[in-house]
């Protein structure tokens, strides 16, 4: 019973470790480098969508970079 307490104590510190390190769960994640140029409505060109995805992380709606086309703008 210690070692389940433990346990659970652990994960649920580690959760707020986490969540006050202000990043965002979902914005963990790496893009492959297959280069498929897309271009942002900011103007610059990213590596593929995953790259235009991940610059997007965490930000806000209003402030989200849309693909303005496919390749290099």
């Given at each position: 019973m210690r070692l389940f307490g433990?346990?659970?104590?652990?994960?649920?510190?580690?959760?707020?470790?986490h969540f006050s390190s202000g990043l965002p769960l979902l914005c963990e994640f790496a893009c492959i480098a297959l280069?498929?140029?897309v271009c942002g409505?900011?103007?610059?060109?990213?590596?593929?969508?995953c790259e235009l995805s991940?610059?997007?992380?965490?930000k806000p709606d209003s402030a989200k970079i849309t693909q303005a086309g496919h390749g290099t703008c």
């Open positions: 433990a346990i659970v104590t652990l994960a649920v510190f580690l959760f707020f470790v280069y498929d140029p409505s900011d103007g610059k060109t990213y590596g593929n969508s991940l610059a997007n992380c965490g």
